[in-house]
């Protein structure tokens, strides 16, 4: 979007953004003024389609300007001062720039948010956008505001254009509002994409004592066992019965012999596959998958196939066979 990924933009009016609201406002075409609609167009461009009513004044567009646009719908407000530019279909990391200019210059999309905009988490369609913040009163409809007597430049990273806490930083903060098994996806995705360090997380960890989930999180990063990301819900739901049937935790997505498999008890010899109807149920699919089952038996693996209807609707029974081949 024309912004680099380390820029530092701390303040959205400030800095790297102030340069180019300047740099727009003094822009000249054969001597004469640009365009205003020009100008607003060129500013939305390299904001996810969002500008503030700050930015538009500091390119001197006055307030009856904006106003009229507002009312020509050319402007959309999606909260106080801040607008969507032509049209309300809203590009993807709209939501979370309107936040940020929104809550002021010591905002940064954090917690559930942030682990979204890294990829660590799924986004929930809907949900408010969260964003933390040193100062500042009241409250805005869509946006989660937390606020803090620390945040650290340490703790903000400029991704995509957007000021984002760090990936260490969005751990400890989701650690006091996500379930265990979200926290733990979300820190071995971290982890395994080496976003973070987890003995310089652990060494972090000491300075935010008497936060809650500090404990839940130091739990997760002293585990030495294998990584459990999914890449499905059957995948997930089957390692929720896994887990809830108290077996040994498998290798996830582990490589073996060449292929990756959805489940791996790799001393056991038994990888496990979950096949959904959308995945495998063309012939080639079908064709793909018993040549690799043919050479994973081959060489000495025994491969158990589970569906997703079995894993929804005969939980028990898909166990039964998964306490089998384990007991083989």
Same mark, same amino acid.
């Given at each position: ?15 790297? /953004?102030?340069?180019? !609201? ?5 822009? =000249? %075409? *054969? ?6 609609? +020009? &100008? ?11 500008v503030s009513r700050s930015q538009l004044l500091a390119m001197g567009i ?66 408010? /956008?969260?964003?933390? !913040? ?5 409250? =805005? %409809? *869509? ?6 007597? +620390? &945040? ?25 509002c996500i379930t265990d098994r979200e926290l733990e996806r979300a820190l ?118 589970v569906t997703w209807r079995q894993v929804v609707d005969a939980p028990y ?12």
């Amino acid at each position: 979007m024309g912004i680099a990924e380390n820029e530092k933009i701390g303040n959205p009016l400030g800095t790297g /953004i102030e340069r180019r !609201v300047v740099d727009l406002a003094v822009q =000249r %075409a *054969g001597g004469r003024p640009v365009p205003k609609d +020009r &100008l607003i167009g060129d500013l939305a461009g390299r904001q996810y389609g969002v500008v503030s009513r700050s930015q538009l004044l500091a390119m001197g567009i006055g307030a009856g300007a904006i106003q009229t646009r507002v009312r020509n719908h050319y402007l959309h407000r999606l909260h106080r001062g801040i607008y969507a530019v032509g049209h309300l279909a809203l590009v993807p990391l709209a939501r979370e720039m309107a936040a940020v200019l929104a809550c002021g210059g010591t905002a940064a999309i954090s917690n559930r948010s942030a682990a979204v905009v890294w990829y660590l988490l799924p986004a929930i369609d809907d949900a408010d /956008i969260d964003v933390t !913040v040193l100062t500042g009163k009241g409250r =805005r %409809a *869509g946006l989660q505001i937390h606020r803090t007597t +620390r &945040l650290s430049p340490h703790d903000i990273r400029h991704l995509r254009g957007l000021p984002v806490t760090t990936p260490s930083r969005t751990l400890i903060d989701l650690a006091e509002c996500i379930t265990d098994r979200e926290l733990e996806r979300a820190l071995h995705e971290a982890i395994t994409r080496r976003l973070i360090n987890a003995r310089r997380l652990r060494a972090e960890l000491d300075q935010y004592r008497g936060r809650r989930g500090i404990s839940r999180l130091r739990k997760l990063l002293e585990n030495d066992g294998p990584t459990t990301i999914t890449r499905s819900e059957a995948e997930e739901r089957f390692l929720a019965l896994v887990r809830a049937a108290g077996l040994p935790t498998p290798e996830v997505n582990a490589r073996i012999l060449g292929h990756e498999v959805d489940f791996l008890w790799r001393d056991e010899g038994l990888v496990v596959e979950v096949d959904g109807f959308q995945f495998h149920s063309t012939r080639a699919a079908f064709e793909r998958d018993r040549q690799r089952d043919a050479e994973l038996q081959g060489a000495g693996q025994r491969v158990l196939r589970v569906t997703w209807r079995q894993v929804v609707d005969a939980p028990y029974a898909a166990l039964t066979n998964l306490v089998r081949a384990l007991g083989a």
